[in-house]
């Protein structure tokens, strides 16, 4: 049997800002129960909403990154539900003005590069959690800290026909949010979440039959998401074998994936599907987006991952791993892209900051934002290095304490003392030549003239630049002349 | 000094200013005259609860004054409508479904008021959820008139008004949504002002329909009006439409000079359904108008016979999604006697809510439905636009626009209660200004020949509250000189 897979994509992203979409309640995930709420987000009697402007410019941000037209003005509308996570018993979300539409996103496909149309892309705020005690109590409670997190919906056109096209596509949103630095995209945590909607278009009898929709939920990994996509194609052929029912026949239907089994199960049936009564939201008037944060944001995009892995290898010759790791966020390939500059060897910088750099920030649990070094010291360093003055074990020291105090590279190695020379052996040789070359002060201080070994260290110190440990070549010399 | 009760909020404050009498003489009578009507045959039942702890309030307030850290308005009482929240206060809207309900916040406009030593004495009564004409809606049981205690005070804030008028307090705060305040006080003699929308913050007044919702002020005296605007008014940062308008100089206020102003009387508001004798009141109010110098003029204003059919699909769909919220999960009243969490909800609201609450729910989801929405809400909305439009171009040529407040004198306790359709006619003359966002005051007028109270209604320009205020403040004026 001849037939195309077909798969439309909505994903939710929530957003990093600092507070919550509409009250200045902290945003973050977790935390002890109802300790992150306010009256607005706990949608009390009076309480009202009031837009985070962060949320706009980062909704702006995305739409841009993904190609999409940005909205001159954007408006808000309730999507009126009841649930117990649902605090006001309505949604704000985004109906017929939402804030991007149109965009696109290329992925890489077994065939080449693919664009997958983005129809568009709106913002809402994140319900509370509902937590069913499994004690045998029937009780249930609510967590309202995630209620009133802002989140970006993104919703494609169906132009995917694989499982792994979706999981690309939805690799591919999660590396563009993650480099803009607008969500963290954990699926584990619920900071991105994909519902598919999937059905297969059958071709026999030189007709087209198109199986009932599924939108499948709770995917909650990317391996999850394939799993659950190629069981449905199975389920779907299975049951297109068995009744041969069509879209038209039963309309769409919510399945829930179950990640023990491997399956999904109905949730909800077409009939049963909710009518939202959406409105125009009267507690927000809309928001105008001016031309001058359009490009203010189209700026902050720059270029993508995907092609400045490609600039990172063609324009330094970095290997792919190196390129992806740097590539993957804006602020550490601006920070390598700034220590490379002027250095011959960008190879070594990209494999100093990956290792260094990125161990040191794993380690204080720090992010590349709140790094205080700047990258010019880093390339100071390699150079410190290059010349031979330290070596590159004691460079790691160095880097250690600069990364610390923030200190020059120079300073450091300057107060360290670790430019001396110390080393008997090489001090031996500097003693040795300066004999050599000057063989009458030498004479002159076995006759017993002191003040010769003066003008012999003199020598030592011109020949190392400075670099001899004094105590340590005087002794050399005093020794080397009383063999004499 | 004279009695307490009875004088202005204005007039307390200068014999506060002077020391002439204490915030403790003042609340005490004010109290007295609460409790010596409570022992009445049928009380005015126009405070809810009448807070016990005011007097210990006025001491503070007294010893404030004393050491030089009072407010503006410091040991003055204002009573307050149960829909608008002071801190750890009860607010139930006056209804069943938010008894137990404590407010965990003030109201922007209350504390903007506390700051300046406000005393909040008391809860006054109201329609539920400020949906009525009567005051008759409550789960307290209706508010009476006190000019004729058979009568209906008008509503929702009936209870406001009955206590203004009946020397419980010398001020107090209502809400409007589509006449609210102006109604009751034109029923029961006073002024009652509606600012424009977004001059006063929303935030901590309970939504019943948002897009038109706006607390006003009730008092037998203008300047009171003005001065609580003055302190209360101005961007809140909490409410996202909220202007940021500068009433600061309001009060006090001067007389306006009308010689040559002209205004304009609505054809459709002063001739066929208008009551015989509002009738009378309103030539009469227009010859003192002549007498000042000013022009009124009848035009023709056609939009405004659709203002009440545009208002009951409007505020109802709002309110249905605003009293979504009400649903025994997290605060107020909670039938917990059912199976499941459709029971919870379904036996919750069927407790909690009156009949004419549940009517607006059902007008609300209904015209919010899908197939209907075009048909009813986006129509409405639409006519709305076109009425703003043609009501602020009349605004442009004229000063005011003049009518009566209500069609109809006050009429007698539960004569309307059985007939929505025609309780719903009552605010035929109040409704345009929140539909078009405009400020309006009600002004007494005059009475029936059975000495009932009639107001007259003039609406200004957006923000044009000043003008407005002095026109009353010029009325009030003739009124104290006797001449009317």
């Known amino acids: 049997m001849k037939y195309e897979v077909v798969i439309g994509c909505e994903v939710h992203v929530q957003l990093l800002t600092k507070t919550k979409a509409f009250c200045s309640c902290e945003n973050r995930f977790g935390g002890i129960p109802n300790t992150r709420v306010c009256p607005v987000c706990l949608g009390l009697p009076g309480a009202l909403p009031v837009v985070n402007q962060k949320m706009i410019e980062d909704a702006v941000l995305a739409g841009l990154a993904l190609n999409c037209k940005v909205a001159s003005v954007t408006g808000f509308d309730r999507k009126n539900y009841m649930y117990p996570d649902l605090p006001k018993g309505y949604q704000i979300s985004q109906y017929d003005m939402p804030v991007c539409t149109g965009g696109k996103l290329d992925i890489e496909t077994g065939d080449g590069k693919k664009s997958i149309r983005i129809i568009r892309l709106h913002m809402e705020e994140d319900a509370g959690k509902n937590l069913h005690l499994e004690d045998g109590s029937g009780l249930s409670y609510v967590d309202f800290n995630r209620c009133g997190t802002p989140l970006l919906e993104i919703v494609s056109e169906p132009d995917m026909r694989s499982p792994l096209e979706a999981v690309s596509y939805v690799q591919g949103i999660r590396e563009i949010m993650k480099y803009l630095g607008i969500s963290d995209c954990n699926m584990e945590e619920g900071s991105l979440r994909c519902d598919a909607n999937i059905n297969l278009w059958i071709y026999e009898d030189d007709k087209r039959y198109e199986t009932p929709i599924s939108e499948v939920k709770n995917m909650n990994s990317f391996k999850a998401m394939r799993n659950a996509l190629k069981y449905e194609i199975k389920r779907q052929l299975a049951e297109w074998g068995e009744k041969r029912l069509t879209l038209t026949d039963t309309g769409k239907v919510t399945r829930g994936y179950n990640d023990r089994t491997g399956e999904t199960v109905v949730q909800r049936e077409k009939e049963e599907e909710a009518d939202y009564r959406y409105f125009p939201e009267p507690d927000l008037k809309p928001v105008v987006i001016t031309k001058d944060l359009e490009a203010e944001m189209g700026k902050r995009v720059g270029e993508l991952p995907a092609a400045k892995r490609k600039r990172f290898v063609s324009q330094y010759g970095l290997k792919k791993g190196a390129a992806s790791v740097l590539a993957a966020s804006k602020a550490l390939s601006d920070y390598f892209e700034a220590a490379a500059k002027g250095y011959r060897e960008p190879v070594k910088i990209a494999s100093w900051i990956i290792t260094e750099v990125g161990g040191y920030l794993n380690t204080e649990g720090l992010t590349i934002e709140e790094f205080s070094l700047p990258p010019e010291n880093i390339t100071k360093l390699m150079e410190i290095v290059d010349s031979g003055i330290i070596s590159s074990k004691i460079a790691k020291k160095v880097f250690a304490r600069m990364a610390g105090s923030g200190e020059s590279p120079d300073t450091i190695v300057k107060k360290l003392k670790l430019n001396q020379i110390t080393d008997r052996d090489k001090l031996e040789g500097f003693v040795a030549e300066v004999m050599k070359e000057n063989p009458q002060s030498v004479a002159d201080f076995r006759k017993g003239k002191d003040h010769a070994i003066k003008f012999l260290m003199g020598r030592i110190m011109k020949l190392t630049k400075g670099r001899a440990n004094p105590q340590v070549a005087a002794a050399i010399l005093r020794e080397k002349l009383g063999d004499g | ?484």
């Open chain 2, 1 to 484: 000094m004279g009695q307490i009760a009875g004088k202005s909020l204005t007039e307390l404050k200068r014999l506060l200013d002077r020391g002439e009498v204490s915030a403790l003489e003042i609340i005490t009578s004010f109290k007295e005259q609460y409790e010596s009507d409570r022992k009445k045959p049928v009380p005015l039942n126009g405070y809810i609860e009448f807070f016990s702890d005011a007097e210990e309030l006025a001491v503070k307030a007294d010893e404030a004054r004393k050491t030089g850290t009072s407010g503006i308005l410091e040991g003055l009482p204002i009573a307050v409508k149960d829909n608008i929240l002071i801190s750890s206060r009860k607010a139930t809207c006056g209804s069943a479904i938010l008894q137990g309900f404590t407010a965990p916040y003030s109201s922007t406009v209350v504390e903007r008021l506390m700051n300046e030593g406000i005393i909040p004495v008391g809860r006054t009564n109201m329609d539920e959820f400020a949906m009525g004409s009567t005051c008759e809606y409550s789960v307290y049981g209706s508010s009476k008139n006190p000019v004729n205690r058979e009568y209906v005070t008008g509503g929702s804030s009936g209870g406001s008004a009955a206590v203004v008028a009946s020397g419980q307090a010398p001020c107090a705060l209502g809400s409007e949504t589509g006449g609210s305040v102006r109604l009751p006080a034109s029923f029961c003699g006073t002024y009652g002002f509606k600012p424009t929308y977004g001059s006063l913050s929303r935030y901590g007044l309970v939504a019943f329909g948002s897009s038109m919702d706006q607390i006003g002020v009730i008092s037998g005296d203008p300047d009171d009006i003005a001065l609580v605007i003055s302190v209360a008014s101005g961007f809140d940062s909490n409410d996202f439409t909220s202007e940021d308008v500068d009433f600061s100089a309001l009060f006090p206020l001067k007389r306006m000079r009308l010689k040559g102003k002209k205004i304009a009387i609505p054809e459709e508001l002063s001739g066929e359904g208008i009551d015989k004798e509002v009738g009378i009141v309103l030539e009469r109010f227009c010859s003192w108008l002549r007498s000042e110098g000013a022009v009124p003029e009848r035009v023709s204003m056609p939009l405004l016979k659709t203002t009440v059919a545009m208002y009951y699909i409007i505020a109802p769909a709002e309110a249905s999604s605003n009293l979504a919220r009400y649903d025994g999960v997290r605060y107020g009243l909670r039938d917990i006697t059912g199976n499941n969490l459709e029971d919870l909800y379904v036996n919750t609201r069927t407790k909690g809510f009156g009949d004419e609450v549940k009517r607006r729910i059902f007008l609300g989801n209904y015209v919010l439905s899908a197939g209907y929405y075009d048909a009813y809400y986006k129509k409405a909305m639409q006519v709305r636009y076109l009425l703003k439009k043609e009501l602020n171009r009349i605004l442009e040529e004229y000063e005011y626009i003049l009518s009566p407040t209500s069609p109809v004198p006050p009429f007698k306790l539960g004569s309307k209660i059985d007939n929505p359709l025609s309780m719903y006619l009552t605010d035929i003359c109040t409704i345009f200004a929140n539909l078009a966002l405009l400020p309006a005051v009600s002004i007494p007028a005059g009475t029936t020949s059975d000495g009932l109270p009639v107001g007259m209604q003039l609406t200004g320009r957006m923000f044009g509250e000043k003008g407005l205020l002095r026109a009353a403040k010029t009325w009030f004026l003739k009124g104290r000189r006797g001449e009317i």
